[in-house]
């Protein structure tokens, strides 16, 4: 591949970007229009703009929504409906990991504190909710019913994977399988994006059905590939050795006995350096666990692949088959 070439994952990030611009700008129209007479708590939603940029939640609920056949002029209430919801358990997650700074800038939680990210946190979920069903009140009872099962059904699973998470903060004996099993859990989000942008747009049920499970495939591999990142990110793994679980690929690396005691010896360090990273990233890749680890998400991607033959449009069979095998990129 030549070196001027674009990788596909950041051209599709670029997509996702472009088609959540609209409905970023009415998120923010929307929040600063409430009647919100507490000034701190006014100050924190104006700190949650400031780095605010979900593109991922929206942008994927637009590409189903036009691979369903909608028209993107229908779109806008019911994907900033979900960009809001997404915002909500996003400010309630800082609470629970005890996140006080994400990406070089202070959270809601790290600047306002707990009470404040609580209130903000519910005001999302409560705006979220409300204009996704009154977004859909045109609708036939039927599907109706469908896209508010489905919201339930996926956010109340999240919810459960993010409880069942917390156990294993701190702990290096984590069954490997049962990690992998709360992270198809949490792609429980990308699912309901996916799905309702399906259930939306069309009453063909299956594409809905196709895009369901894409979803749930679809956030289970970007999330395995967010964990992998996370190995080498030195300020990052530090975070998720104290307040989190292991990654993902540590969990599995861990079961290979030959490199259990090497790693353990670098994870009881009080703090790691980049040449400690880079030690453990070296000792974990070694793992013959990974190697079964990325085989599964292969297949995972082949699934996804097949599922998005079943969409009409060239074009989106093309964009989802992408979409699908740049989480994949040069793990």
Not at 118 to 133: C, K, P, S, V, W
């Amino acid at each position: 591949m030549e070196k001027q070439r674009r990788k596909t994952s950041q051209i599709i990030i670029e997509e996702l970007q472009e088609r959540s611009k609209e409905c970023q700008g009415f998120v923010r129209s929307t929040f600063r229009s409430e009647r919100i007479e507490d000034p701190e708590l006014r100050k924190a939603l104006e700190h949650y703009f400031s780095y605010w940029n979900d593109f991922t939640h929206p942008g994927l609920f637009s590409f189903s929504f036009e691979a369903a056949g909608g028209r993107l002029d229908k779109a806008l209430k019911p994907q900033a409906a979900i960009a809001m919801i997404a915002a909500g358990f996003d400010i309630h997650d800082d609470i629970i990991d005890g996140s006080q700074e994400k990406q070089n800038h202070q959270t809601v939680f790290g600047k306002y504190g707990q009470n404040l990210s609580l209130l903000l946190g519910n005001a999302f979920m409560i705006n979220g909710l409300t204009l996704l069903e009154l977004s859909i009140s045109d609708l036939p009872v039927e599907r109706f019913r469908k896209i508010t099962e489905t919201a339930k059904k996926c956010l109340f699973e999240v919810g459960n994977a993010h409880a069942l998470e917390l156990p294993l903060r701190g702990i290096t004996a984590v069954s490997p399988q049962k990690y992998f099993e709360i992270i198809e859990m949490k792609a429980a989000s990308v699912e309901a994006d996916m799905h309702i942008a399906g259930l939306i747009a069309s009453d063909r049920s299956e594409v809905s059905e196709a895009l369901r499970e894409y979803g749930r495939i679809l956030g289970t591999l970007a999330t395995l590939r967010e964990e992998f990142v996370d190995v080498f990110e030195v300020a990052e793994l530090n975070r998720r050795l104290r307040k989190e679980a292991l990654p993902i690929p540590i969990a599995f690396a861990l079961k290979d006995a030959d490199l259990k005691e090497r790693i353990l010896k670098k994870l009881k360090k009080r703090e790691l350096t980049k040449t400690d990273v880079d030690a453990l990233v070296e000792l974990v890749f070694r793992s013959e666990s990974i190697s079964a680890l990325k085989s599964k998400m292969e297949k995972l991607c082949i699934r996804a692949e097949v599922l998005a033959e079943k969409l009409e449009t060239q074009k989106y069979k093309t964009v989802f088959r992408e979409l699908a095998r740049s989480t994949l990129e040069d793990l």
